[in-house]
């Protein structure tokens, strides 16, 4: 069973940073573009960035200029660099494939932001 597994979540105090990394098999990862999602309590999950497989991003608004995503071909692991955090970053942040596979759904990392 294809597995997606998130690490890097933690506690920060505004304004800091945190990594967030992503692993899958290499049959999820090179032929598709790979997102980062986050949902905050009691709000639905949002879409927060995309890395493509010729390693173009794209982010959402609240992402932009402070987030960066990769990707490692070689380690089949997207990252979410994420700077200049806020409290409103608080959320489980999830990696799926762009658009998402609901079978690939994993348990996510928690990050707290904070103030």
């Known amino acids: 069973q294809v597995q997606l597994v998130e690490s890097g979540g933690g506690l920060v105090q505004a304004g800091g940073s945190l990594r967030l990394s992503c692993a899958t098999s290499?049959?999820?990862?090179?032929?598709?573009?790979m997102g980062w999602y986050r949902q905050a309590p009691g709000k639905q999950r949002e879409w927060v960035a995309t890395v493509d497989t010729g390693a173009g991003a794209y982010y959402a608004g609240p992402a932009k200029g402070r987030f960066t995503i990769s990707r490692d071909n070689a380690k089949n692991t997207v990252y979410l660099q994420m700077n200049s955090l806020k409290p409103e970053d608080t959320a489980v942040y999830y990696c799926n494939t762009v658009p998402n596979m609901r079978t690939l759904w994993g348990q996510g990392t928690q990050v707290t932001v904070s103030s």
């Open positions: 290499r049959s999820i990862f090179s032929i598709n573009a």
